[in-house]
């Protein structure tokens, strides 16, 4: 079973800049799909952003040009710098971590509150 442990939220002003990380332990593969979600309160999940194994992304449109996701140097690890953070950010980021064994597994992180607000 592979655990998804998420780190870096906060609170920060509209403007400033917050890094998220990600780790996905527990598999002894590289993880296919690695992505962020996010939830802001009262509204559906939705994706931000996403890397492939072979490090293609996509971005949800409200964040390009802010956003930044990338593969760590230890494998199964993922970054989100999230840059120019608008109060519309305010949510909780979740990490997922989705491969394919047998069939699709998507496995997801406890979640981290980004605050931003002045």
């Known amino acids: 079973q592979v655990q998804v442990v998420e780190s870096g939220g906060g609170l920060v002003q509209p403007g400033g800049s917050l890094r998220l990380s990600c780790a996905a332990s527990?598999?002894?593969?590289?993880?296919?799909?690695m992505a962020w979600y996010r939830q802001a309160p009262g509204k559906e999940r939705e994706l931000v952003a996403r890397?492939?194994?072979?490090?293609?992304?996509e971005y949800a449109d409200s964040v390009k040009g802010r956003f930044t996701i990338s593969r760590g140097n230890v494998r199964n690890t993922m970054y989100l710098q999230m840059d120019s953070l608008k109060p519309e950010d305010t949510a909780v980021y979740y990490c997922?971590?989705?491969?394919?064994?047998?069939?699709?597994?998507?496995?997801w992180g406890q979640g981290t509150q980004v605050t931003v607000a002045s």
């Open positions: 997922n971590a989705g491969y394919y064994s047998a069939t699709w597994n998507s496995n």
């Open positions: 527990g598999s002894t593969f590289t993880i296919d799909i």
């Open positions: 890397i492939s194994s072979g490090g293609t992304t």
